[in-house]
């Protein structure tokens, strides 16, 4: 172990052992019942340099929801199949408003700000279902492709809880169909969209899966390449103005790095060139981000220097 390795594990470690004792803070996402269930007390870290260094703290083997962070691997999937073209139906602009926001869609006739939000995000899976047989195995497929790990799957509670509860979104997925921004069944988007936020990964293997991202599109497990450079540096840049919600601009003025977040307590997140990294706490703070997780990271990026400004 280098030098420097072995003083971003003693950084990180002092980190995990400093934030441990915070375990707990903000409140787990109970709009979905199965979410409800989950131990507030669970944290997790993971850090995976670009040389393979691989750090892990506290709860980082433990598979969670990873929800919305499933937005970012389904979105490179469409934008490595249909390049600049995706465009045409999903904007790259900070929303501003909440995550399942209606009025800002509604006032946009149809079309979502970013892929990121809810409603951008069932954009994308249309798009899926249009260039995939069997899109939630093709997606699942990547992320074993990514993460090393073939047993990655969505939790069949999870899904059926979002499906019973999802009224929110199914109302998002009618008004974009209402403008001919959806061009599949409402039924059959909602159904994918479920599965997909469903999926269930551990700090580690977000860590991992997150590695393209951090090396010029290249998948370091396979060495090949899924995005150009260039799609990887316009993906970087959606994580880092949208990746948050409408806590993005808060979150890369504290932390500054881009990243992905989940309503399930996840946050994955990367320095190009660098590394990788990933938190789980499951309290939310009142913006639907892990509490604990941006409180981490915030300190992270001070401590050991890391970030992308």
Not at 149 to 177: F, H, P, Q, W
């Amino acid at each position: 172990m280098s030098n420097s390795q072995h003083v971003l594990a003693d950084v990180v470690g002092a980190l995990f052992s400093e934030y441990a004792s915070k375990r707990g803070i903000g409140k787990v996402a109970d709009y979905i019942p199965a979410l409800a269930k989950v131990n507030p007390q669970q944290f997790g870290v993971a850090v995976q340099t670009l040389e393979d260094e691989k750090l892990s703290y506290g709860d980082a083997q433990v598979r969670f929801s990873i929800q919305s962070i499933s937005k970012l691997f389904a979105f490179t999937m469409a934008f490595a199949e249909r390049g600049e073209n995706i465009w045409e139906r999903l904007g790259k602009e900070p929303s501003g408003t909440s995550f399942n926001s209606l009025f800002q869609l509604e006032a946009e006739n149809g079309i979502p700000r970013n892929p990121f939000i809810n409603a951008g995000a069932m954009v994308i899976t249309d798009m899926l279902l249009d260039d995939f047989n069997d899109p939630i195995f093709e997606l699942l497929a990547f992320l074993h492709n990514l993460s090393g790990c073939n047993t990655i799957d969505y939790d069949e509670e999870v899904y059926r809880s979002e499906l019973a509860y999802g009224t929110r979104n199914a109302a998002l997925c009618y008004l974009m169909k209402s403008f001919g921004n959806i061009h599949h069944s409402v039924r059959q988007v909602l159904d994918l969209y479920f599965m997909q936020c469903a999926i269930r990964m551990s700090c580690t293997e977000l860590a991992q899966a997150a590695q393209f991202l951090a090396c010029r599109g290249v998948n370091p497990l396979t060495n090949t390449e899924f995005l150009t450079v260039s799609q990887t540096k316009r993906t970087n840049a959606l994580m880092l103005t949208t990746g948050l919600y409408n806590e993005a601009g808060d979150f890369a003025f504290r932390v500054g790095i881009p990243a992905k977040s989940g309503v399930g307590g996840g946050i994955v997140g990367l320095i190009p060139g660098e590394l990788t990294i990933a938190t789980w706490a499951p309290g939310l703070n009142a913006l639907g981000n892990s509490q604990l997780g941006i409180d981490f990271l915030e300190e992270f990026t001070t401590r050991t220097g890391l970030s992308i400004f």
